[in-house]
């Protein structure tokens, strides 16, 4: 769908990306400059350029619309579900590596929100957002293991407070370069990175200048076992950030076997990083009983493990 607008008195002089952001419902400043680098808007018919500034009576075409950061998302019953755990407040699911947590785009349909709104219905408008139906926290998409989702909006606050309070144990099996001792605490404070979107920043010291963009993130090393080169460790993360395990373990120098986005060495054998969330804890939010679930390691990392101890 195109979109056309014309300038106004008010308007000349300003920055097309900034015009684009004000006139244009669901545009942000990243959205305006990539459509405009993309070539997906005109000014007076012609491509725009990067930078432009408009004048009164100009006129300013879309291509297309943004996509909307936010939309339902579509019921996919084809999409295989393994659930662990299953009340009538909760789900424990145990994602595949590979899949998404959810989708970007309104029509995707192979990821595990989908495939959690075919199953359970009622979790549509429960959560974050609209996309993440019921999903109480994010694993990225090449980590496999278990993941919680609420099937009703009190059970979601609940347990999202109950995460906020460090009551929820999160724990994860981890494969890293070199050898590790434990047990040990990484306790820096995670912020964006400065020109990589795909990463996080770990500050290291208070003097890095990124601290205040920062949020606090603790990880927590338990058990250590020497495999070949490397070293299996049980990790915990009571809170944890975007990436918040993969960029911990970088910056202390073991970066997780596969991980090459932080410098982690590969495995023919695997195609993806090494991490698998693999235990959840808590006290269950309507009735306290202690729930506890597992999940084992996946086959491609118990052979990945395998390959490692032999070589």
């Keep these: ?13 300003t920055r097309l990306d900034v015009l ?11 959205k305006a400059r990539r459509m405009i680098q993309d070539g997906l808007v ?6 725009a350029k990067k930078g432009a500034r408009v004048s009164q009576g100009d006129t300013v ?51 595990l929100a989908n495939a959690l709104i075919a199953r359970y219905p009622e979790m549509e408008r429960v959560g974050y957002a609209l996309r993440e139906p019921g999903i109480l926290h994010r694993l990225d998409n090449d980590t496999s293991g278990l993941l919680v989702a609420a099937r009703s909006q009190a059970a979601f606050e609940r347990l999202r407070e109950m995460l906020s309070e460090g009551a929820i144990e999160k724990a994860y099996e981890a494969l890293v370069d070199g050898y590790v001792q434990a047990p040990m605490e990484i306790d820096h404070p995670i912020a964006p990175h400065p020109s990589d979107p795909r990463r996080v920043h770990v500050c290291m010291d ?4 990124r601290l205040p963009a920062a949020r606090p993130a603790r990880t927590e090393l338990a058990r250590a076992e020497r495999v070949g080169s490397a070293t299996l460790v049980d990790v915990h993360a009571p809170v944890a950030v975007r990436h918040q ?6 910056a202390v120098g073991h970066p997780l076997v596969g991980d090459w986005l932080y410098g982690g060495s590969g495995i023919d054998q695997l195609g993806r990083h090494f991490l698998h969330a693999s235990r959840i804890a808590l006290a269950h939010p309507f009735g306290g009983a202690r729930l506890e679930v597992t999940a084992d390691l ?9 390959w490692k101890k032999q070589h």
Excluded: C, W, Y
């Design 61 to 111: 075409a879309l291509e297309e619309l943004p996509r909307p950061t936010d939309f339902v998302a579509q019921a996919a019953p084809e999409v295989p579900l393994e659930v662990v755990h299953e009340d009538r407040h909760l789900v424990v699911v145990n994602k595949p590596a590979g899949m998404p947590t959810h989708p970007l785009r309104p029509h995707e349909r192979q990821t």
């Design 245 to 250: 395990i993969r960029a911990h373990l970088a």
């Design 206 to 209: 208070h003097a890095d200048r």
């Design 42 to 47: 005109k000014l007076n018919d012609r491509r």
């Design 298 to 306: 996946p086959d491609d990392l118990r052979e990945a493990l395998a």
């Design 20 to 30: 684009l952001v004000r006139r244009v419902d669901g545009m942000s400043r990243a």
């Design 1 to 13: 769908m195109s979109f056309d607008l014309e300038v106004d008195a008010a308007e000349d002089g």
